[in-house]
């Protein structure tokens, strides 16, 4: 790896040192998705400058960390609504790190093509299906 003079961290030049960098990236929101997290930090505890932790997403990606992150969240929204479809949908988005649901559901629908509330209305007669073969021999 080469060093910029201006830094003291590794530059990741070629195609694997940016994929390392947004799998390491993708560990750490794995690891903190619910929490406020910023590009500085998030470069900071992988060992990587932020800007050039955005180049490795926007050659890897095709997105800014922050939009990887976003999507990262839906999707554990997602199935979290899947899998709890009786939690409100404020104690989902909140656990996911999102900050509204209003703001929360536009995203979500933008990705998904489905509100929250539909979603998880389907959820519950899917469970209430689930409950009721169960229960039958």
């Given amino acids: 790896m080469r060093f910029a003079p201006w830094r003291h961290r590794p530059i990741p030049i070629n195609r694997n040192q940016q994929l390392d960098v947004v ?3 993708a ?3 794995a690891h903190h998705f619910s929490e406020e997290i910023s590009s500085e930090e998030l470069a900071h505890s992988i060992g990587v400058s932020a800007e050039w932790l955005d180049l490795s997403f926007d050659h890897c990606r095709g997105k800014t960390p922050f939009q990887a992150l976003q999507h990262f969240r839906l999707s554990r929204l997602f199935e979290g609504i ?3 479809p009786n939690s409100t949908l404020q104690q989902q988005v909140h656990s996911c790190g999102l900050a509204s649901v209003m703001a929360a559901n536009r995203l979500f629908e933008e ?3 489905i509100g929250l509330a539909p979603f998880r209305r389907i959820c519950r007669r899917a469970a209430a299906d689930q409950l009721l073969r169960r229960g039958q021999p």
Wanted: net charge positive; no cysteine.
């Fill in 82 to 84: 899947a899998q709890q």
């Fill in 27 to 29: 560990r750490y929101f």
């Fill in 111 to 113: 990705l998904f093509g």
């Fill in 23 to 25: 799998n390491r990236a």
